[in-house]
């Protein structure tokens, strides 16, 4: 039983490397998007121009060819890249988006209110106050 193609355009590849010992061919293309995400966000603004940088912000408004953007609600400055929506008309900086207890950013993981104040879930937890004698169950969605 054979576990491979050896007519496959990948095997072949693959002993074409071996025999010249060179390093395994790559794709401009794919170099390019590598070194999109490992460069700092700003540097790849300025070194690739185009479909890989952010598109601007939205202006929230213009009023006599004066633009407006968003305005982060931790550090109160202008949001002029990307924006974190966090509820309708509130908006963080993506570095700004973080729990407010251990600084963890929050991105990919989402957040959780206390009174006003947002938390990782981990520290939600820690100040959630419930009902007297209430108690804090997980719910797991079925399967």
């Keep these: ?10 095997y072949k590849m693959i002993q074409e ?29 300025v070194r690739f121009p185009g479909a890989f940088s952010p598109s601007p912000q939205k202006a929230v408004s213009s009023v006599a060819g004066v633009t ?3 305005i982060c609600e931790k550090c109160n400055t202008s949001i002029v890249t990307q924006a974190v929506r966090i509820v309708e008309d509130r908006y963080r900086h993506p570095e ?15 957040h959780f209110w206390v ?4 938390f990782c879930e981990k520290h939600a937890r820690e100040r959630y106050q419930g009902p007297p004698g209430a108690t804090l169950t997980t719910v797991y969605p079925k399967s």
């Design 1 to 10: 039983m054979q576990k491979f193609d050896r007519d496959s355009e990948v």
């Design 96 to 110: 700004c988006y973080t729990c407010t207890q251990c600084g963890l950013n929050l991105k990919m993981r989402g």
């Design 115 to 118: 009174g006003e104040e947002m």
């Design 68 to 70: 407006r953007f968003h």
């Design 17 to 45: 490397n071996k025999e010249s010992r060179a390093a395994p061919r790559q794709s401009n293309t794919f170099r390019v998007l590598q070194e999109v995400l490992e460069s700092d966000e700003q540097v790849a603004t």
